[in-house]
């Protein structure tokens, strides 16, 4: 009986993301009938599209226990270098596209040789660099806006087939080559091993500087893509554009399962259901007809009790494995 009670907490325990998504989803839907309307759901996914890439990206650094607190500047950054090469060289979308890539890319590396070789706490590493891309950001554009062309607007409306909204088919294929790469690489199974256990990981012959420095590089490169499609949304770049993003992306990571202490995680359900439920809250809450000022508080709420769930859970997880280990006995 007792064995039984374990085996169903740990199951509670790890479907703890599915089962606070579907009692916030039914909650909205009981407050307001029209939440639950399929134009509904396919606007919150469409919306969580952006932020959905860069929570992505954020998993990987999470997994190995590190944290990026740029995805924010690198999203502006690169959103802003790219238009302007659209705007004052006529660059082809495609082109420009790339160039965004390449501004992620670079970001994430900087990110990558300040924590590997410079040895500097992830934390800080990233908080420099935000401002750092902030700045960069700001000196180009001289807080002016950046209005791309009706050629990448137009991306953010097509649909795919005729049925799926582009941004969401590019999350969707995000999440579906992190989750293979995460699942049955070696590679994937290495950002988790370094996570769990650093110094267990370097025993087994793992290189954990190039693990956690990859982990970086691709959070780079989704935070850029990330930002290209919210662009295609938005058709604009202020000079507020990504901030708090990177928020955003941690809770949509926690929300999903992923833990903050590393080795624990994934994208397929986890952080596809977080960043989903993070537009879920934004949506239902002014469904719902919430107080406008109150909205801020009820959206902290939430990820508060996620992260407290991700503290609780980890540690529960932990005291249920060594409860079931036995120590053989010698003959």
Not at 38 to 51: H, L, P
Not at 252 to 268: E, N
Not at 272 to 288: E, N, R
Request: aromatic residues 8%.
């Amino acid at each position: 009986m007792g064995k039984r009670r374990g085996t169903m907490l740990i199951a509670v325990l790890r479907y703890t993301p599915l089962i606070l998504f579907a009692v916030i989803f039914l909650t909205f839907g009981l407050l307001s009938p029209r939440f639950l309307s399929y134009q509904s759901f396919e606007n919150i996914v469409k919306q969580a599209s952006y932020i959905g890439i860069v929570a992505v990206g954020m998993t990987f650094v999470l997994l190995t226990a590190g944290i990026d607190l740029s995805v924010g500047s690198n999203m502006y950054l690169s959103a802003v270098v790219a238009g302007l090469l659209i705007k004052h060289h006529g660059l082809p979308v495609t082109l420009a596209l790339v160039v965004c890539l390449a501004v992620g890319l670079l970001f994430g590396l900087v990110n990558a040789l300040a924590v590997t070789k410079l040895r500097i706490l992830p934390f800080v590493a990233t908080l420099g660099t935000l401002w750092i891309g902030r700045g960069l950001g700001l000196w180009l554009t001289k807080s002016a806006l950046v209005e791309y062309p009706e050629s990448v607007t137009r991306i953010g409306s097509q649909r795919l087939l005729g049925v799926v909204p582009l941004p969401v088919a590019v999350f969707l294929a995000v999440v579906v080559c992190v989750a293979v790469l995460l699942r049955w690489t070696t590679l994937g199974r290495q950002f988790y091993a370094v996570g769990n256990d650093i110094e267990a990981a370097k025993k087994a012959g793992i290189d954990t500087a190039r693990v956690r420095g990859a982990a970086f590089v691709i959070c780079g490169v989704l935070a850029a893509l990330g930002g290209f499609i919210s662009v295609s949304q938005l058709g604009i770049v202020n000079a507020g554009f990504g901030e708090g993003r990177e928020f955003d992306a941690i809770a949509a990571a926690v929300l999903g399962g992923t833990s903050l202490f590393g080795g624990i995680g994934s994208v397929f359900p986890g952080t596809l259901l977080g960043a989903v439920l993070i537009q879920m809250v934004t949506i239902g809450l002014v469904s719902a007809q919430v107080d406008l000022y109150l909205q801020p508080l009820v959206q902290a709420g939430i990820i508060f009790l996620a992260v407290l769930l991700d503290s609780i859970r980890t540690r529960r997880l932990t005291w249920l494995g060594r409860r079931h280990i036995r120590v053989e006995e010698t003959p």
